[in-house]
């Protein structure tokens, strides 16, 4: 069973961040370990920067499998061919033999996208079983859960959940132009808007506007403003969110600003799953913003302010296990 990550209401700190090796593993669910005729199965986490491959079968008895980090696969990052490429170096990695393929990817969220990754998959992995899911999924698998709501915070946003009833609901993950408040981009955007906001008001610029100007070279916030126009790609900047939350942990006043704002807008996915689909749920956080920064993990869960609060809890492996629980299930059905 997974530690459950417990949040004071309070406010007095935010509990440590179980580190993903930790945590109780999906594919240790059953007691006995595989047996030796357990076949090969793949889990994909497809994201926006990168894909995360899992392939798992009987010589893996300790729950651990051939793992591959690719480039990604992501239909909407980089068009089909993109993809095609990068799923078909994964398959001639993985080797012959695997039965299910389960993908969890940012952004199928339709039945004509989902379908165009299943051709490529049924393509690269003949005769397997296929599934693809939206990455939200994988992640309830990888904490455990059938039944609970997850939010995410990475380059993007999104919340989705499913009661026990198999209800679902969403908010959020419309991408950076339409939304993903709270996530690495936004956070970033907002600093930078920061910087324009000091240098017209005549100031001199802060300890976290230096920062960010040192980490893309640049000498002011017109130059700065001018970088973020010409390279708009919200992975490329998501990367600096980090920097902004490390400033915010050592008590920036406009870092701290940054952060508030995004765990409003976080707890805000949050509340509105979990008021569609019952508030005595659990709530699982993942994503490189939530899991790596405590600060902004409890900011989120004081905010959402559950009657239960030990129900929070940080996912405590990476979601590709969930993809991978998710494709044994497939040849167990």
Same mark, same amino acid.
Request: aromatic letters at 8%; hydrophobic letters at 45%.
């Given at each position: 069973m997974e530690e459950v990550q417990q949040f004071p209401e309070n406010g007095g700190g935010s509990p440590s961040v179980e580190s993903a090796a930790a945590g109780a593993s999906a594919l240790k669910a059953d007691a006995t370990g595989p047996s030796e005729t357990t076949p090969a199965v793949l889990g994909l986490h497809i994201g926006g920067s990168k894909t995360h491959a899992v392939r798992w079968d009987a010589?893996?008895?300790?729950g651990e499998g051939m793992e591959i980090t690719e480039a990604s696969a992501n239909l909407s990052s980089v068009g089909h061919q993109g993809a095609d490429a990068v799923l078909r170096r994964i398959a001639a990695s993985v080797g012959s033999g695997i039965e299910a393929v389960c993908a969890g990817a940012a952004g199928a969220d339709t039945p004509a996208s989902r379908a165009v990754l299943s051709a490529l998959l049924t393509e690269h992995f003949p005769g397997a079983r296929i599934e693809v899911v939206h990455d939200t999924r994988i992640v309830l698998a990888a904490a455990g859960l059938d039944a609970g709501v997850v939010l995410v915070a990475g380059t993007g946003s999104v919340a989705w959940g499913r009661n026990g009833d198999g209800i679902q609901a969403r908010s959020g993950g419309y991408g950076y132009l339409l939304g993903d408040e709270g996530g690495g981009?936004?956070?970033?955007?907002? /600093?930078?808007?920061?910087?324009?906001?000091?240098?017209?008001?005549?100031?001199e610029p802060g300890t976290m506007v230096r920062a960010l100007m040192a980490?893309? /070279?640049?000498?002011?916030a017109l130059q700065l403003m001018d970088s973020f126009y010409a390279k708009p790609e919200p992975d490329h900047w998501a990367t600096?969110?980090?920097?902004?939350l490390e400033l915010a942990a050592e008590g920036d006043h406009a870092a701290v600003r940054i952060q508030a704002e995004a765990a409003h807008h976080l707890a805000a996915l949050a509340r509105q799953v979990l008021g569609e689909l019952g508030l005595d749920l659990p709530l699982v956080m993942a994503g490189s913003l939530l899991v790596n920064?405590?600060?902004?993990a409890g900011a989120v869960a004081r905010k959402v302010s559950l009657e239960d609060p030990s129900s929070i809890r940080i996912l405590a492996q990476t979601p590709v296990h969930g993809a991978v629980e998710l494709a044994r299930q497939l040849i167990k059905a």
């Open positions: 010589t893996h008895a300790n981009y936004s956070v970033v955007r907002d /600093a930078v808007r920061e910087a324009l906001r000091e240098y017209y008001a005549g100031l980490a893309t /070279a640049n000498v002011d600096l969110a980090p920097l902004v920064h405590s600060e902004l």
